[in-house]
């Protein structure tokens, strides 16, 4: 497996989006987010002058004003990488995992709440056969194909 800059190993692709589906909804909801926040940061910095590694710390870090998913959805919009729709559809996972990282109480995506809010999301509405999907497949589905938007 590759390491990340902390010498940290990284789940592989295919692993990650099987935890999403296959872990419970709040290992789902926060890997989904990492994942979109990850390949965000790619995709930002890809239309950057390149950054040494204390640059990059410093946009993305901390407090930096890259450091928060919803700063990197916005400039991300802003840039023109993605549209209305998948920025809607980020802040929505964006949404979903905050609030599952910031509660103690005993959640699930099956939650009318939750599953609501993955029913409409618009890169879900591109599924097939998203009526027999469970609210983690959708999470999962959403967050692939959001991530190759």
């Known amino acids: ?25 709040r290992i789902a909801a926060i890997l989904a987010g990492s994942l979109v926040q990850m390949v965000l940061k790619v995709a930002v910095t890809y239309n950057m002058v390149p950054l040494t590694k204390a640059e990059d710390k410093n ?3 901390g407090s930096g004003p890259l450091s928060t998913l919803s700063a990197q959805i916005n400039v991300g919009y802003a840039l023109g990488l993605f549209g209305k729709k998948v920025r809607h559809d980020l802040h929505v996972i964006r949404d979903i995992r905050n609030d599952f990282a ?12 939750f599953a609501g ?19 983690a497949d959708l999470l999962a589905s959403a967050a692939e194909l959001l991530c190759l938007s």
């Open 59 to 61: 946009l993305f870090e």
């Open 1 to 25: 497996m590759p390491k990340d800059h902390a010498g940290r190993q990284r789940m592989s692709w295919d692993d990650t989006l099987a935890d999403i589906r296959t872990g419970n909804s």
């Open 117 to 135: 809010r993955l029913a409409a999301l618009h890169s879900v509405q591109l599924l097939p056969d998203k009526s027999d999907k469970p609210p």
């Open 102 to 113: 910031h509660t103690l109480h005993d959640v699930t995506l099956e939650h009318a709440d």
